[in-house]
């Protein structure tokens, strides 16, 4: 169950590439700066990045839960890992339709970060009505 959140940042990123590839151009934009779009990278590097970030926090995620010492700490992992995964997403997101959206792809970076908290909040949430069951038992 924790790996949901890494997971399904995984699963968006590549549905998102497999679906669009074929309508993507050969040079992608995959940096802004102040002025507007200031980089560019072969339609291949572009995804392989967005895709390697989103495989990269679910492999942390899972090599940290098979060390793991405690449930608060699997939780992190996976949050963490989460984060990682949707941030992968949504570079991929911003290099296909926000080409020339300059300093709101900047924005759309808070997604995944809100996104997060939201997850974190709910674990915690989860993690205390489940201490609270055990100590009533």
């Known amino acids: ?3 949901l959140y ?4 995984v699963v968006a990123v590549l549905a998102l590439a497999a679906v669009m590839w ?4 050969e040079m992608m934009v ?3 700066g102040a002025g507007g779009a200031d980089g560019t990278m072969p339609k291949a590097w572009a995804v392989g990045v967005a895709v390697a970030m989103s495989l990269g926090g679910l492999i942390w995620a ?3 839960l098979g060390g793991r ?3 608060k700490q699997a939780c992190e992992a996976a949050v963490i890992g989460g984060l990682c995964a ?3 997403a949504f570079a991929l997101v911003a290099s296909i339709w926000l080409a020339d959206a300059g300093m709101l792809v900047a924005w759309l970076m808070l997604v995944p970060t809100i996104l997060t908290g939201v997850v974190m909040w709910l674990a915690t949430r989860a993690a205390r009505h ?3 069951a055990r100590e009533t038992q």
């Open 30 to 32: 995959t940096h802004w």
């Open 86 to 88: 949707w941030l992968g």
């Open 69 to 71: 010492r405690s449930t």
């Open 130 to 132: 489940h201490r609270e």
């Open 1 to 3: 169950m924790l790996l």
């Open 6 to 9: 890494p997971a399904s940042g």
């Open 22 to 25: 074929p309508r993507l151009p």
């Open 62 to 64: 899972l090599l940290d």
